[in-house]
Every structure is written in structure tokens, then in C-alpha cells.
Nanobody, 117 residues
Framework: QVQLVESGGGLVQPGGSLRLSCAAS????????MAWYRQAPGKRRELVAS???????NHADSVKGRFTISRDNAKNTVYLQMNTLRPDDTAVYYC???????????WGQGTQVTVSS
């Protein structure tokens, strides 16, 4: 059974930091590209950052210079370090695992991040 379990969300003031974690089980973690998505109320889910199985990263323009995705294959965990948080970063953040061959895609249950004073 595949599980992606996110943690680390919460309420933070503007300018603050949070570190999200996503622990994977039931998959060969090192074979999967991992990503963080977010969905704010009334908006579509959007890609925040991704990291390939080889460690190549990509960040959305809206978070470049503030957020950093990383992975630890020994711990089957992907992280999202979020600095200089803004109110428009408020959303539910979802972890995603993706493999192209064979085609497999999994989602976590999401963790709420609220940026407010």
C-alpha cells in the first residue's frame, strides 16, 4: 500500500518560515520524481516545486528564491523549505510521487499552510 504522509504545515506570520516533509512508503522512492503542489480556496491546484529522481529541481516563478525542494532517498522523504512566506502562499500543500514507466502517480492527503498576522 502506497502512502505519502505530509507534515509540517501550520499557521505562520508573514515573513516567517516553515518546512514541509513528505514521507513515502510502499514505493521505491528513489525511482520517483517528487513534487509539491498547492491549492488555495477557489483556485486550481498548481505546481510549486519538483525534483527528479536524479535530483534536478524546478521551482515555480512565484516561489523562486523563497522555497527550496530537496529529497533524502535514505529516508524516503521529500522536503519543502519555505522562507519569507506571504499571505498568498496560504493553501493546502500536497505531496506527489510520479513515475513515467510504468505510469504511476500518487498523492498525499495534504497539509494546510496559513500565512496570516
Amino acid at each position: 500500500q502506497v502512502q505519502l504522509v505530509e507534515s509540517g504545515g501550520g499557521l505562520v506570520q508573514p515573513g516567517g518560515s516553515l518546512r514541509l516533509s513528505c514521507a513515502a512508503s510502499g514505493i521505491i522512492f528513489s525511482l520517483y520524481a517528487m513534487a509539491w503542489y498547492r491549492q488555495a480556496p477557489g483556485k486550481r491546484r498548481e505546481l510549486v516545486a519538483s525534483i527528479t529522481s536524479g535530483g534536478t529541481t524546478n521551482h515555480a516563478d512565484s516561489v523562486k528564491g523563497r522555497f527550496t525542494i530537496s529529497r533524502d532517498n535514505a529516508k524516503n522523504t521529500v522536503y519543502l523549505q519555505m522562507n519569507t512566506l506571504r499571505p498568498d502562499d496560504t493553501a493546502v500543500y500536497y505531496c506527489n510521487a510520479d513515475r513515467s514507466s510504468p505510469r504511476q502517480r500518487y498523492w498525499g492527503q495534504g497539509t494546510q499552510v496559513t500565512v496570516s498576522s
